[in-house]
Every structure is written in C-alpha cells, then in structure tokens.
C-alpha cells in the first residue's frame, strides 16, 4: 500500500478578529504564530512521524503564543487567574487523554498526552490533573506566568460590563492531522471564556464535543460557544455523519455548524479524513486557521480569504 499524503490543519480561535485601535501588530503576529505551529508540526509528518505527534507539537506552539487564548496569554477568570483546558486523541486507537482546570502546567496538550499514555484515566481537573503533571516530570511555573496585561485589560472590560466575552473572540487552539501511515489524531487547547465563573469548563476537553479522532472517519477541533458544541456533541457528531451517514467531510462539517447555530451558537471546525481531504468552516466574522501538506502551506483569518 503507498504511504498517504499527510496533512495538517489547525486553527487558533474564531470571533470578532479585527485588529483593535492601536494593536496593528497583532495580527501580523497571529499569522506568523499560525505558520511557526504548522512548521513544527510539518517537520514531524514530513519525515514519517505520527499523527499525534505533530498535533501535540502544533497546539504546543500556539500554547506558548500570547496571540491566542490558550497556555501563555489565555483570558483570566473571574477571580483573575488562568483556568486551561486540553484534549488530545488518536484515531488509530481511538485512545485519549483531556485536562481540565490546569492552573500551573505550561503544557496542558502535552499533560493530555501523558494521560492518553499513563491511562487508565481519560479525563483529570484542576489539582488532580496538575499532580499527573508533576508526577510525570512536566515543566510547572507559576499562575502568573500565563498572564499578559491585555488579557487582565480584557478582564476589567468585560467585568464593568456585567458578562464574559463580549466581543465573541473565542482564541482556542487546535490542530488536527493524518500521517503517511494514514492514521489522523486531533488536539485542542484553551483558557476557557474572560470572567469564566464556578470551575466552567467548555467543549475543547470534552471527548466527542471539541475534539474527537477516528480512523474511520476524521479527525476534529473545534472553536466557538462552548456550551452549544457540547449540546450538539459537535466533533463526534461531524465523525459520525460520515462514518453512518455517509456525507462528505466538507458537508458533514457544515452540516455540524448549522445545527449549532440552530440552537444558537457561533464558532468554527477544522477536520481531516484518512482519504486526504481536508475541511474548515466558521460562521463568525474570521477564524485564525492555517492548512498545510507537503507541497504547501498557508494561513488565513478573515472569511473573504479564500485560498483553499
């Protein structure tokens, strides 16, 4: 049997992502965290290396990026401090690993992978999922460590305005790949909402709502207003429309967003299929994404921007 074509595809939030007054450089700077995830990612498939290890090398990478709202540069809480949440799956095994409430692991992706690994869990929270950390040798630094000062900007405008995000700048991370083996994984990482309360957690940790793998169907990541991909069990949903419905990747992930939006929300999708193909989709203003193979590799962020 010839090797697949491997492919990468993430994604680094949807919302309202127009450039605020006086922070040109973000965006540039977003791009160029999208191209420097899936360089780290490529190098891994592009010799031969596993699905999962490039997803957990992209997410890595954007975990460290203040542009997005996961690891380094996540939204604070309520009570102003840094709340993580992760996933991570493989679709060869259907094997996976999520973390909830990470408040001192600087890479809750790969503390989700050491779980995969560890078993016989599947999912750990805040002081459990941090003891696995340093239990398994995982660098720790302190809450402050995640914090940048837009974030705690962020914070105060959202709380003198009584809500959380108001803006809809949903910054979660994700990446999902097939390797040449042809087996696809997915991973996702993020802070959660601004002024998030009560331990909130949203869909990217949850198996089949914000992350889901399956080498019988795809790989998916997702984005947006977290309690509605949970209510539509999002990702195993789009799986699940191609595997038993038979749909197309692209139609299924439509599919998957107008019927989040039929109950009220808004975000994005990443996917890809053991066959290849490869699909996005978002029903906000922009989604930060990016998609690359062998041959090439781009990033985009606004819904005019179509190279695909």
Known sequence: MAAAQWKLVIHGGSGAMRPRPGDPAHEQSARQGLRDALEAGGAILGRG???????????????????FNAGRGSVLTAEARV???????????????????VRTTRAPVTL??????????????????????????????????????ERRRQLDEVLESGGFDAEMKYGTVGAVALDEAG????????????????????????????????DRSAAVSATGSGEYFIRAVAAHQLAERMRLGGQ????????????????????????????????????????YRGMADASRRRVAIYSEEDER
């Open 112 to 149: 989700a992978r050491a779980l995969m690994e560890r078993g016989p869990h599947v999912f750990l929270s805040y002081e459990g999922a941090d003891r696995l950390a340093r239990d398994e040798g995982l660098e720790q630094v302190d809450n402050s460590w995640f914090v940048t000062s």
């Open 248 to 287: 197309p990747l692209q139609a299924a992930l439509d599919a998957v967003l107008e019927d989040i939006g039929d109950l009220g929300g808004l975000g994005g999708l990443i996917a890809v299929a053991p066959t290849g193909e490869a699909a996005w989709g978002f029903t906000t203003l922009a989604m």
């Open 49 to 67: 290396g596993s699905a999962v290890d490039a997803v957990e090398a992209a997410v890595r990478v954007l975990e460290d990026d203040p542009c």
């Open 183 to 214: 087996h696809v994984a997915a991973a996702t990482s993020t802070g959660g909402l601004t002024a998030k309360q009560w331990g909130r957690i949203g869909d990217s940790p949850l198996i089949g709502s914000g992350t889901y793998a399956d």
């Open 83 to 101: 709340e993580l949440d992760a996933a991570i799956m493989d679709g060869r095994s259907r094997r996976a690993g999520a973390v909830a409430g």
